[in-house]
C-alpha cells in the first residue's frame, strides 16, 4: 500500500489511499518514516485520511469558487477573493506533493502566516512577484491585520467547500489570529481640511466629493447610485443589490441631510434639462462615471496642501469619525456604514470616550 525512501538527506512517505498518491517528507530519522508508513496505512484501513466523498485538485475548487463569487458577490470583493486566493496559490509552489484540497491542513495555514510575513510586499500591501520587481518602498512582511484578513477569507471558501461536500474540516478554525500592534489608525479629515478640500473642488467634482464626506458611501456605491436609489419623500439613499451589482455587504439605507437634499434637488434639475441619465453621477455621455476619482483626489489635496490624503476610503473614515466625535454611537455607525460585523465599527471606538463616560453617567440606581 506505501513505501518510504530517501531523497538527499529527508525521508519522505509514499502511500496510495483510494486511488490517489500521496506523497510527504517526513524528516532525516529512517525509524520515524517507517513509524509514519504504519500510521499512514492504519488511518487509511480506518477511512481517517479525512478525504471529503467529493473530494476535488485545489485549482479547480479554487476556480469554481470564483466562478460561485462571480454571480453572487459585487465585482470588488471577487477581486478581493482572487488577490487572497492568488497569494495563497503561490505559497503551494513549495509544496508540490499538496494537490487535493483534503491535504490543506492547520500547519500550512500557519505556515502560510509566516510565509506573508516574511514575504516582500509594495507599499499598497501586494506581493513582490519577483526581485527584479523590488524598489526602495518594498518591505518585508504583510501587516498582521492583512494577514488576519486573508485568513477570514480563507475561512469562509473553504467554507464553501464544505458546503459543497469537498471537505469534512475546515483547515482554519485551529489557527489564531495575529496582534495587530501594527495597525495604523484610519486617516481622517478635520472639520477645516473638509472645508479646505471643499473649497479647491473643481465645479464638476464638486457633488461627488460633498456626497462621499456627508454619506460614508463605498466609490462603487456612489458610482452604481441611480435616481430611483434617491427617495426624495423620505430623504433616503437606499443601497441595494442590482441586476448587474451587488454591494459588498446587505442592502441599507442612508439618511440625507438638508445640504445633501439640496444638492440633489439641483443636480436632478439639472439632469433633466441635460443628459436625463439614470445615473446621479453620469459620465458625459450619460453613462456609468469612469473619472479616476482617487487621482484626482490626491491631486486637489495637494493643491490645497492636505497632507496624507491618498485614499477615497479616508472619506468614508471622515464620514463615521466625525459622526463619533458628535456622540453618535457605535451601533448606528455601524448601520450607515454598512458593516457587517460590530468590530470593524469598533476601530473609531477611541474617538468617544466623552460618549462612553457620558453612557456609564446615565446609570442612577
Known amino acids: ?52 466523498k467529493n473530494d476535488i485538485a485545489i485549482g479547480k475548487f479554487f476556480q469554481k469558487f470564483l466562478d460561485y463569487s462571480g454571480a453572487n458577490h459585487s465585482t470588488n470583493t471577487t477581486k478581493r477573493y482572487r488577490a487572497v486566493i492568488d497569494n495563497f496559490n503561490r505559497f503551494l509552489e513549495g509544496y508540490s506533493d499538496i494537490v487535493f484540497i483534503s491535504q490543506i491542513k492547520p500547519e500550512h495555514i500557519d505556515l502560510y502566516k509566516v510565509y506573508r510575513r516574511d514575504a516582500l510586499v509594495n507599499p499598497n500591501g501586494k506581493p513582490v512577484k519577483s526581485e527584479d520587481k523590488a524598489t526602495k518602498f518594498t518591505r518585508k512582511g504583510a501587516r498582521a491585520k492583512t494577514i488576519n484578513f486573508e485568513i477570514d477569507t480563507l475561512r469562509t471558501i473553504f467554507n464553501i467547500a464544505i458546503k459543497w461536500d469537498y471537505l469534512k474540516d475546515n483547515p482554519t478554525l485551529k489557527v489564531d489570529r495575529l496582534k495587530t500592534t501594527d495597525s495604523k489608525l484610519p486617516r481622517f479629515l478635520t472639520v477645516e481640511e473638509c472645508e479646505t478640500l471643499l473649497k479647491y473642488m473643481p465645479d464638476v467634482l464638486y457633488p461627488i466629493f460633498f456626497t462621499f464626506l456627508n454619506t460614508g458611501m463605498r466609490k462603487a456605491e456612489l458610482e452604481h447610485l441611480e ?139
Not at 41 to 46: F, H, L, M, N, S
Not at 262 to 271: A, C, G, H, Q
Not at 302 to 317: E, F, M, P, Y
Open 1 to 52: 500500500m506505501g513505501r518510504i525512501y530517501k531523497r538527499g538527506r529527508s525521508w519522505y512517505l509514499d502511500i496510495t489511499v483510494k486511488g490517489r498518491r500521496i506523497r510527504r517528507r517526513v524528516g532525516p530519522s529512517k525509524k520515524v518514516a517507517q513509524l509514519a508508513l504504519q500510521d499512514a496505512e492504519v488511518k487509511a484501513a480506518r477511512d481517517e485520511f479525512g478525504f471529503a
Open 227 to 365: 435616481w430611483n436609489d434617491v427617495d426624495f419623500d423620505r430623504r433616503r439613499i437606499k443601497i441595494h443589490r442590482k441586476t448587474d451589482w451587488n454591494p459588498k455587504t446587505k442592502d441599507r439605507e442612508i439618511p440625507i441631510n438638508q445640504k445633501l437634499y439640496d444638492l440633489f434637488l439641483d443636480l436632478r434639475e439639472k439632469n433633466d434639462r441635460g443628459l436625463q441619465s439614470n445615473y446621479v453621477f453620469p459620465h458625459s455621455d450619460g453613462s456609468m462615471l469612469k473619472t479616476k476619482l482617487r487621482r484626482k483626489l490626491i491631486q486637489i489635496a495637494q493643491k490645497a496642501g492636505i497632507k496624507d490624503l491618498t485614499t477615497l476610503h479616508a472619506l468614508r473614515h471622515t464620514f463615521a469619525s466625525q459622526l463619533i466625535m458628535r456622540g453618535v454611537d457605535l451601533p448606528t455607525v455601524q448601520k450607515l456604514m454598512g458593516h457587517s460585523d460590530i468590530q470593524t465599527t469598533m476601530i473609531y471606538a477611541h474617538l468617544a470616550p466623552d460618549h462612553l463616560e457620558a453612557a456609564v453617567d446615565k446609570l442612577n440606581y
